[in-house]
């Protein structure tokens, strides 16, 4: 009997779901807006000592963290670990954007001795990722990409009846903020298209061309990571990111921008998938995230894809991912499931299957730019 705990990250809100494996029963299953979490991290650790008053103690707590670090007991992490995995600069620490308030959840949980937390691995870290994979990347899917990738090996195992290490896929998480696509072969992680460091998204603008990185570096004073939410779709398309996303789809019927925009996100995720297909012969494209929610979004996406493997030749099905989560995102549900692994649970042959307890590395272990440049990046493990 394992009580297990997972929180995801997310743009818009912070999820926690819980359940205890004795009977499947869902012990916790909320969302939080992250402007909250920005003004008082501690609103998730009030929850999670709620869930242990009313349920008993919580056996593992698999919490967002970030890029990620090598897998540990969050009373074991450093603050220059945990400043690495949030890395952000003075200026922008200063505006308290919202990485700000997972930071500083991540330093709450390290000193609350009560709850067994645990800090994860982005994809970066994993040993299941070729190195050469990883060259001059930071953002091969943080931490909660990871997790969205747990449920879908646990997702098509249990639905196909195939052991996790027979499960093929990529899984496709269509966001508010980013878009990630994350490979998994033999079920084990082994590539990624993902946030920064895929083709665009609703709001970011993905993978950046090195000329429009070096102009921009070049003509503002401060580079914040706040550009990194700007130049996707929503900047194409000149869309008011504030409204219901449907509003977007359906103004693409009229709206000349909109239309651009929605062709964007379409294309770019086919492509998200075309660039993984090197990496592994998936069996499914297994869909996830706020934007497949929209009935005419789905139908149009899974349309697209079975177009490109019609022409490719390739005989590949694109299914929803499922869960239990009803409130919660479904990355939440994985870093449930993570962590229940990790206490030694019903998903222990998962975690071990898909080598979730190895990790390497930092999330600047993999840049060839020069000792100098290396040396400067030391400096975000003191902001």
């Known amino acids: 009997m394992v009580k297990a705990v997972g929180i995801d990250s997310g743009t818009k809100t912070m999820d926690i779901f819980g359940f205890d494996d004795k009977d ?13 979490i920005t003004k008082s991290a501690k609103l998730v650790v009030e929850k999670l000592r709620e869930v242990q008053n009313t349920f008993g103690k919580i056996d593992a707590i698999v919490a967002s963290s970030g890029y990620g670090m090598q897998l540990k007991k969050a009373q074991q992490a450093t603050n220059e670990e945990i400043a690495e995995a949030t890395f952000v600069t003075e200026a922008d620490v200063k505006r308290r954007l919202k990485i700000i308030g997972l930071r500083e959840l991540m330093q709450l949980l390290k000193g609350a001795e009560d709850l067994n937390s645990w800090f994860t691995q982005g994809a970066i870290h994993l040993t299941t990722v070729p190195k050469y994979r990883k060259a001059n990347k930071i953002d091969m899917g943080t931490s909660d990409k990871v ?60 993978f950046l061309d090195s000329e429009v990185a070096y102009a921009v570096a070049n003509s503002v004073d401060d580079f914040s990571k706040m550009l990194l939410f700007a130049g996707g779709a929503a900047s194409v398309g000149k869309i008011d990111s504030s409204k219901p996303l449907e509003e977007f789809v359906e103004s693409a019927k009229t709206n000349s921008d909109a239309k651009e925009a929605y062709e964007l996100m ?8 075309a660039s993984l297909l090197t990496s592994v012969k998936p069996q499914e494209i ?47 549900e994985g870093a449930a499931v993570f962590a229940n692994g990790l206490a030694g649970g019903k998903y222990k042959p998962l975690i071990d299957t898909m080598k979730l307890t190895e990790s390497e590395g930092t999330v600047f272990s993999n840049l060839y730019l020069g000792d100098e440049i290396a040396k400067k990046l030391e400096q975000f493990k003191k902001l």
């Open 266 to 273: 379409l294309e770019s995720l086919v492509k998200d998938v």
């Open 24 to 36: 499947g029963s869902v012990i916790i299953d909320i969302a939080i807006p992250r402007d909250e």
């Open 286 to 332: 297994i869909l996830s995230g706020r934007f497949v929610k929209i009935p005419e979004f789905l139908a149009a996406l899974k349309g697209r894809l079975f177009e490109f493997f019609e022409q490719t030749g390739l005989k590949v099905d694109v299914v929803v991912l499922g869960g239990t989560a009803q409130v919660g995102k479904q990355a939440s």
């Open 147 to 206: 997790y969205s990738a747990i449920l879908a090996v646990k997702d098509q195992a249990e639905r196909l009846q195939i052991p996790y290490d027979k499960t093929n896929l990529i899984l496709v998480e269509v966001g508010f903020a980013y878009t990630s696509a994350i490979a998994v072969k033999n079920g084990k992680i082994v590539d990624a298209m993902a946030g920064t460091a895929g083709f665009p998204s609703f709001l970011g603008m993905g």
